[in-house]
Nanobody, 123 residues
Framework: QVQLVESGGGLVQVGGSLRLSCAAS????????VGWFRQAPGKDREFVTT??????NTYYADSVKGRFTISRAQNTVYLQMNSLKPEDTAVYYC??????????????????WGQGTQVTVSS
């Protein structure tokens, strides 16, 4: 079993920045895709970004490319979010998928999920 705990969410103004963290316990991220998804009220959960832990390949949704950066260190993954927009408001979830070690973008490709952290961007 893997437990994922996110932190770092909060309220920020348009154009501001936040950094989310996701720490794993119970199992390392080795050989996993570790990603971030988000879900706004009334909408489906959507892919934001993922990193292939062993290789370091990163993938981003078009909507966040150039503004968000995923990084990893030890058994923690980070999401640096810059130039935030109101449409970035959502609950952000960290996820780990061990069946798809590279490039997993669909929620069904992930095995473990964190509890989510709220990000609110005010205009």
């Amino acid at each position: 079993q893997v437990q994922l705990v996110e932190s770092g969410g909060g309220l920020v103004q348009v154009g501001g920045s936040l950094r989310l963290s996701c720490a794993a316990s119970g199992r390392t991220f080795s050989s996993a895709s570790v990603g971030w998804f988000r879900q706004a009220p009334g909408k489906d959960r959507e892919f934001v970004t993922t990193v292939s832990w062993n290789v370091g390949n990163t993938y981003y949704a078009d909507s966040v490319k150039g503004r968000f950066t995923i990084s990893r260190a030890q058994n923690t993954v980070y999401l640096q979010m810059n130039s935030l927009k109101p449409e970035d408001t959502a609950v952000y979830y960290c996820a780990a998928g061990y069946r798809w070690p590279n490039g997993a973008r669909a929620p069904g490709q992930y095995d473990y999920w964190g509890q989510g952290t709220q990000v609110t961007v005010s205009s």
